[in-house]
């Protein structure tokens, strides 16, 4: 079964009976959680088992008749409390965890839609959601429509009757450009087409689109949720009985992408610092993304709350803070790009983000990389060869910009 914000399938005490009076900073911290029903353990169990045992086939059969605790593919009470904890903090009914981000995606599409139906997608994704809806998508008999949902009302000529689905993320990965949800929401709604948003960039702590109208939230829970580099995951949150449906398909046998339970206390330890992270990644961004814009040899930055930024109006509404991550480009384009980053003492190039440590991507050098290997790797649309993507760790921001002007100094 999906994990409910009120349901215990512990046997354990129903957690935090004053929940709904806890700020969000408290009940990243304790939702969900009791330590009298686990040895008055302050920190959650990690329960290392794969399958469990009965006292009688009766008990096995009124268990599996329940849908549930059989075999920790579809059940783990550690992986439950993120659950839990999850869904509350996104404000929704059920949530489901799973192996990794795009095991969150796939779990989504593969469950929820079927050949003949249609799947609408914001024209800029990340790369590997991007070749899957691409890719392998299509493979399923599932049409996948490209839109620019940078205008919502361009959904009222995407839309048909075999339109199951609008999917897109924001802040997009890797513009950091941001989508209108409760506008794009409006017209999909007015169709009863469901609207889904990929607000890892944004976390819980800044963004909850269902706040805004959508149905249904993902999130790679590697990046800001855990935050610290160590774990992979995904999340999955929205209404009981969609979570219902993915939990029963897609997790018990389309995809198995069950996350480890050693994953799980990982990202639950994560959660508890969320806020505090996030404050720190918005601030010291901020302050990275107006010293970059300041210095001559860049041509162009992408924060949403940057007074410069093209919708940091619609970030303002519907985001709390504008998060650890900008795009931005060189005068001197693609060469440049490489040069600059090659210069860099204390930022790590690497790809991801949401980490503690700040780290920068240039998504051209690795599509022409991966040429070699892949030959229909490409951009996503609106992604040029001077783009650089940069996430703001929790190191002071004046070194992180000292690094950056020497670096830029050379270009």
């Excluded at 009757?161 to 513009?175: A, C, G, K, Q, S």
């Amino acid at each position: 079964m999906p994990r409910t914000t009120d349901q215990s399938e512990t046997g354990a005490p129903t957690p935090s009976p004053h929940d709904a009076d806890f700020a969000f900073a408290t009940r990243a911290i304790h939702h969900g959680y009791d330590p009298a029903g686990f040895s008055n353990a302050v920190q959650p169990p990690v329960f290392l088992t794969s399958t469990y045992g009965f006292e009688s086939v009766e008990a096995n059969e009124a268990a599996a008749a329940l849908g549930g605790r059989l075999y920790a593919r579809e059940y783990n009470p550690t992986t439950e409390i993120l659950e839990k904890r999850l869904a509350n903090l996104e404000g929704a009914e059920a949530g489901l965890v799973v192996a990794s981000g795009m095991a969150a995606f796939g779990t989504l599409i593969l469950s929820l839609l079927s050949q003949g139906d249609e799947l609408i997608v914001h024209k800029t994704l990340y790369a590997n959601t991007l070749a899957m809806v691409e890719q392998a998508v299509p493979r399923f008999g599932i049409k996948v429509v490209a839109v620019d949902l940078s205008v919502p009302s361009n959904l009222k000529g995407a839309i048909t009757d075999r339109t199951r689905l609008v999917f897109f993320e924001t802040p997009v990965n890797p513009l950091s450009r941001i989508l209108d949800i409760a506008a794009i929401a409006e017209h999909a709604h007015a169709r009863g087409v469901k609207v889904a948003v990929d607000s890892t960039f944004a976390s819980p702590a800044l963004q909850r689109p269902l706040e805004h109208g959508a149905d249904i939230v993902i999130h790679s829970l590697t990046k800001y949720i855990n935050g610290h580099g160590d774990a992979l995951g995904g999340a999955i949150l929205g209404d009981a009985k969609t979570l219902h449906t993915l939990h029963e398909t897609g997790l018990r046998y389309i995809t198995g992408a069950a996350l480890s339970p050693m994953s799980a206390f990982l990202i639950l330890r994560g959660l508890k610092t969320l806020t505090l992270r996030m404050d720190r990644h918005s601030a010291s961004a901020l302050a990275v993304a107006q010293a970059l814009e300041a210095h001559p040899a860049v041509a162009w930055v992408s924060y949403p709350f940057l007074d410069s930024h093209p919708d940091q109006v619609i970030a303002r509404r519907q985001m709390s803070q504008g998060s650890g991550i900008m795009a931005f480009g060189l005068r001197a384009g693609y060469e440049g790009a490489r040069q600059m980053m090659n210069r860099l003492k204390l930022i790590t190039r690497a790809v991801s983000l949401g980490d503690a440590d700040s780290l920068i991507y240039h998504p051209a050098s690795l599509a022409r990389a991966r040429k070699a290997i892949r030959k229909d790797a490409h951009l996503a649309d609106g992604v040029g060869e001077d783009l650089m993507r940069l996430s703001v760790g929790l190191e002071d921001a004046a070194d992180l910009i000292a690094d950056l002007r020497q670096g830029l100094d050379a270009v």
